[in-house]
């Protein structure tokens, strides 16, 4: 690996992104405060730092089930792929903001009990074997200390250093995150006086998120089938796999041998895919292993030249190699082995249209 | 409330264990196993919070890296 860890790399985006971010918290925060009385139990009226560790709680809440809505709908449609970007400085924000929230009940419902009152959050409600006054602060904490691992392990570094399948793994811990908090609302707030908005932001909240991902998932499982489907008949009319696209480099080949020991070599250029015969018209130099510039092969070993989309050596010379047909499907490159005459044009794949 | 003093309690010596870990991690270990951490320095406080919290993850990782090392290229 060649990169360098830096503190952070900036860029305008990423500005333009957490501005963003941070100016949607912040006036959520001020309206929460502002107008959150106005719909309150005049009768019982609530003081300022309940309402700012309710203002802190619910932002949290929405901020998680926004983290949780990205992936599926960038999914969905690729114009909310820029979302995805920077999810690490949202997940970061929402733990501090959740922070905040515990802050101020550690600060206001136990402020004056006499014990510490780290203790005294945990022993105040022991109940854990009813669902009515069930310790829901417990699920908070729970909550709270896996938006904090997740937060503190964001960093490329982590990524690396524990490996992409247990760095997903730990990663895929908000869920139960996500599943603490909704029980945290749920057994905690929602069980005093009837309290229509934070009701329906819950269950719209659960409803959003669940539906996105069995939405997601049937469309995945979908395309799937389809994938599989139209690989099982490419094969059955002769085409051959000739292996994954990340297996190519850019600007390189991979050399496929086919059954009657023909040659074929698959170039990666400009975003696309075109494959020829290994083998130079001139001395049957191995084309695989030439340079590509401007769409152009050159032999490693007189440096004779062809086109990659027509096998066409480039005016006035007359040079012709046969191409190949290449098909995508999902992320797999299939070959039809029959070798076209000759000089024939065949138009190359694009990559990443999701052929 | 002798449950919950015996959490805290707990809670307290795995962070005192994480800073112990994370001294040693970000002096010798992130060097031996992390070629690309090489020369920066700035980014390696970033770790600490990271280290305390997950640090018998961190252990594990450093010994597979170490133990997996001589067999990379
Ligand atoms: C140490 C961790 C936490 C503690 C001790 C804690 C405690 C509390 C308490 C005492 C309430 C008031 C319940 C009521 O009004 O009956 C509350 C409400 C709430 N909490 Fe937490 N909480 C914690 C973590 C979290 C986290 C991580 C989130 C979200 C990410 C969260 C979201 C909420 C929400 C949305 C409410 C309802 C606010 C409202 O009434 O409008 N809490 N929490
Ligand atoms: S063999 Fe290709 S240029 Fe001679």
Known sequence: MSVQYTPVLWNRNKLVYDAVLLIAVALYLYVFIRYAPAFEDVTKPIDGATLRMRAFGSCAFLMLTVILCIGPLARLDRRFLPLLYNRRHFGVLTAGIAAVHANYVLGWYYNFSPTDKYVALLSSNTSYGQILGFPFEALGIGALLILFVLAATSHDFWLSFLGAPLWKALHMSIYIAYAFVVLHVALGALQGPGDPILTSLVTASVVLVCGLHFATGRMEAARERGEATAKASLQNAGWVVAGEVDEIDEDCAKVVTLDDDERVAIFKYDGKLSAITNACAHQNGPLGEGKVLWGCITCPWHGYQYNLADGRAPEPFTEKISTYRLKLIGSTVLLDPKALPPGTHVEPVRLGEGA | ?73
């Open chain 2, 1 to 73: 409330m002798q449950t919950a003093e015996f959490l805290i309690e707990l809670g307290r010596y795995y962070l005192y264990a994480g800073g112990i870990v994370t001294a040693l991690f970000l002096v010798i270990g992130i060097d031996r196993i992390e070629p690309s951490a090489n020369g920066s320095y700035a980014f390696r406080p970033l770790l600490i919070p990271g280290i305390c919290l997950i640090w018998p993850l961190v252990l594990y990782r450093w010994a597979v890296l170490e133990r997996t090392k001589g067999h990379k290229p």
